[in-house]
């Protein structure tokens, strides 16, 4: 079992080291992920919404019905936690 | 742990600090690194400090277990009430701009961003808290 676990890890690891060398060197202003999308918010942020940081402006602005769920997803979280630890009575 | 008179002087200096920095954290949330995710466990992880440096039940008999929860509904509130103030303004769901052009206040947009990110604080940092009331109390129910 151990040896099958092994040989697995190896595999994807060895997968994963010749999946580096495509990727594109870091801070490269040519590579994909800076192309498309990047440029247009960094463009269109300050005239939308007029504030400095662009990640809070994608976060909280152009995703935040996303961010809502996320806040559910921990509040969910600490319900769950109160439901199946706290002892004896209501939450 | 409690007779520990070095750890119960730092911390008692430190937790203040700290969450004067986790409400810088959020509120610099708009022009710079912050946001109310980062700011909110940074609260919470001042309450750790407290509960390591002066015990659970010290802790527990200022915060209330059913009062933090209701403080995290309270965060999900205040974000989910701007969405539907926007909706009321005629804009879609978490619209700012419509609320914006409705109220006719120049950089309201900026200012609700900041809004919305003490609510996240406010819920993340009650959601942490309980979580840690619950998992290091054993269960028990708070006084």
Redesign the interface.
């Known amino acids: 079992m151990k040896t099958k676990a092994l040989i697995a890890v190896l595999f994807i690891g060895i997968i994963l080291f010749w999946a580096v060398e495509d990727m594109p060197a870091f801070g490269d202003p040519e590579a994909p992920a800076t192309q498309y999308t990047g440029q247009l918010y960094v463009d269109s942020v300050l005239p939308d919404?007029?504030?400095?940081?662009i990640?809070?402006?994608i976060?909280?602005?152009y995703r935040?019905?996303d961010?809502?769920g996320?806040?559910?997803v921990?509040?969910t979280?600490?319900?769950s936690?109160?439901l199946l630890?706290?002892?004896?009575?209501?939450? | 742990m409690m007779e520990n008179v070095v750890i119960r002087t730092v911390s008692r200096l430190a937790v203040p600090f700290i969450q004067i920095f986790a409400l810088y954290v959020i509120v610099h949330?708009?022009?710079?690194?912050?946001?109310g995710?980062q700011g909110g466990v940074v609260f919470a992880a001042s309450f750790i400090l407290m509960i390591i440096a002066f015990g659970m039940p010290n802790v527990r008999r200022r915060i209330d277990?059913?009062g933090i929860?209701w403080l995290?509904?309270i965060?999900?509130a205040i974000?989910?009430g701007i969405?539907f103030l926007a909706l009321l303004m005629g804009g879609n769901?978490?619209e700012?701009a419509a609320i914006e052009a409705a109220l006719g206040i120049p950089?309201l947009?900026?200012i609700l961003?900041d809004l919305?990110?003490a609510?996240?604080g406010i819920?993340?940092m009650?959601?942490?808290v309980?979580?840690i009331f619950?998992?290091a109390g054993n269960?028990?129910?708070s006084s």
Do not use: K, Q
């Open positions: 919404i007029g504030i400095d940081n990640v809070t402006a976060l909280a602005s935040g019905f961010t809502l996320e806040v559910l921990i509040f979280a600490g319900i936690v109160a630890l706290r002892r004896g009575g209501r939450l | 949330g708009a022009s710079g690194a912050g946001g995710f277990n059913r929860m995290s509904v965060g999900i974000y989910a969405g769901f978490l700012y950089h947009h900026g961003i919305v990110e609510g996240i819920a993340v009650a959601a942490m309980s979580i619950d998992i269960g028990e129910e």
